[in-house]
């Protein structure tokens, strides 16, 4: 029976799916609502991953978590080849040319559908070259790309986000990380190894997949007559993004593969520990930046160059605020932090922790970049530099790992994410003839350091002093150093 009108406002209010060409007219005060509303919505599920990981980690042991944490690397890198930058080129055009919105969703969900048949295939075949036989590792990676194939109903949320309207992606998001607690508690109440935890995880992508085609075909219009004679458009703008992508993925996810090879299981699983507290984080530049994507992309296309370098030295400015708070509460905390969430088991995560952050650093600003490239027409800039990061990556990892094991793999994850972030960023600044002002930069510098100086005072009375500490100093460090300006805020929301 079909739901009464209330219920369908009142679903229509709570999760908004916008309509096709929302973008255009944007201003300030859409984007940050959008910002806003993808922020608070990631806080929840980060929240969530900080206590499914632990909870994963403990029931799987040091070293069944190395074994999860390297199978689900290694299906990751397969899972990025059926992205393709498909999405990205696919929000593009549906921001830019919002009359044929749903040409290009059907064509994007049709051809990554397709590929991701192929990817599944190639998968599978790969799996007894590159992985070893040792704790079911293979067994698990084979459950595990199943989910490569739920790449198709994943990219129908692009048209959601190309609307500036994230809240659906969002609670289907939520849903999965609760879905997934679910099943790391089940799995840790009756004792299973971490082939059912494979299993459960497979169960739950395809439950969201589900939802997720459900939602669209409800929500938004989806066309398929002609989507074949939009692949080569879509093409175009994606090989070089996919190719970056898959690139960037192979240095985000070889040191754990490489870490199982070279070292050992414990190795993994301790470098693994750390990665997972870095690992929901990444979600902080993602949001900003995706939400700026559609905004930047119809700039573009209207020639506002000069509203454009705004948006990407405020962007530039924030990416600092965000990074460094961050950076300077795994510096003074990471011991409490580890010890709290995994237990004396991962002690030695503690000492990964803070390198790790290093590098979320520089992978703020490498997402400025990254989302920049395609913009300014530097997409195969942006593969080129990824390129190279994923050779250094893997070499520095072959050079590090054996004499230095998780702590070698986390310095090669730092050295390989600020060279590539350069690279592309300096390259993307040119282009748009941007010189970057640092004096904000520089503010949220001191305020961090600052702020980590209460954390070290207050740290001898516990976790919990110390991060309080941290969290009433730095929003006033903030504001007293002019970093952030309450009339500039006031004038954004009025916008």
């Known amino acids: 029976?079909?739901?009464?009108?209330?219920?369908?406002?009142?679903?229509?209010?709570?999760?908004?799916?916008?309509?096709?060409?929302?973008?255009?007219?944007?201003g300030a005060r859409r984007v940050l609502s959008n910002v806003g509303l993808q922020f608070s919505g990631r806080i929840v599920g980060m929240i969530v991953s900080l206590v499914t990981v632990p909870l994963l980690a403990r029931a799987l042991g040091v070293n069944g978590f190395g074994v999860w944490t390297a199978a689900l690397a290694f299906v990751s890198i397969f899972g990025s080849l059926t992205e393709g930058g498909l999405g990205a080129a696919a929000t593009m055009r549906m921001s830019a040319d919002p009359e044929h919105e749903g040409e290009w969703l059907g064509a994007l969900g049709s051809l990554r559908t397709l590929v991701s048949i192929v990817v599944l295939i190639l998968c599978l075949a790969v799996i007894p070259v590159v992985l070893e036989d040792s704790g079911d590792t293979r067994l698990v990676a084979a459950i595990l790309s199943a989910t490569v194939l739920f790449a198709g109903a994943a990219s129908l949320m692009s048209v959601f986000q190309s609307r500036l309207r994230g809240a659906i992606p969002l609670a289907l998001s939520i849903l999965q990380s609760l879905l997934w607690l679910g099943t790391v508690v089940a799995v840790a109440a009756i004792g299973a190894g971490v082939v059912t935890v494979a299993a459960g995880y497979t169960a739950v992508m395809g439950v969201i997949a589900l939802a997720q085609v459900l939602a669209t075909r409800r929500l938004a219009r989806l066309a398929w007559r002609g989507v074949r004679a939009r692949w080569g458009a879509l093409l175009r703008v994606a090989v070089p993004i996919g190719l970056a992508g898959v690139f960037i993925t192979i240095y985000y996810k070889a040191d754990a593969i490489l870490l199982l090879r070279l070292g050992s299981e414990a190795e993994a699983g301790v470098y693994g520990a750390a990665y997972r507290i870095l690992d929901p984080l990444l979600f902080l530049p993602q949001t900003v930046m995706a939400a700026i994507f559609p905004v930047m992309s119809a700039m573009r296309g209207a020639a506002d160059d000069a509203?454009?370098?705004?948006?990407?030295?405020?962007?530039?400015?924030?990416?600092?605020?965000?990074?460094?708070?961050?950076?300077?509460?795994?510096?003074?905390?990471?011991?409490?932090?580890?010890?709290?969430?995994?237990?004396?088991?991962?002690?030695?995560?503690?000492?990964?922790?803070?390198?790790?952050?290093?590098?979320?650093?520089?992978?703020?600003?490498?997402?400025?970049?990254?989302?920049?490239?395609?913009?300014?027409?530097?997409?195969w800039r942006l593969t080129l530099f990824a390129g190279i990061g994923a050779l250094a990556n893997i070499g520095l990892n072959i050079v590090l790992i054996p004499e230095y094991g998780a702590v070698g793999s986390a310095w090669a994850t730092v050295l390989t994410e600020g060279l590539t972030m350069l690279l592309l960023l300096v390259t993307c600044l040119r282009a748009l003839g941007l010189r970057l002002s640092v004096t904000r930069i520089l503010g949220a510098a001191v305020a961090a350091a600052l702020m980590g100086l209460a954390m070290y005072a207050a740290r001898p009375l516990g976790l919990i002093p110390g991060l309080a500490a941290g969290a009433v100093a730095y929003p006033a460090l903030l504001l007293g150093l002019r970093v952030v300006r309450i009339a500039e805020l006031r004038e954004m929301i009025r916008r």
């Open 1 to 26: 029976m079909a739901a009464d009108p209330p219920r369908r406002r009142l679903l229509a209010t709570l999760l908004p799916a916008g309509s096709a060409g929302e973008a255009r007219t944007a």
């Open 307 to 379: 509203r454009l370098r705004r948006v990407v030295q405020l962007a530039a400015d924030y990416m600092a605020a965000l990074s460094l708070p961050i950076l300077a509460v795994t510096v003074v905390l990471s011991g409490p932090i580890v010890a709290l969430l995994f237990g004396t088991e991962f002690e030695r995560s503690a000492e990964v922790l803070p390198i790790l952050m290093i590098a979320f650093v520089a992978i703020c600003y490498g997402s400025l970049a990254g989302y920049l490239a395609p913009v300014v027409g530097l997409q």
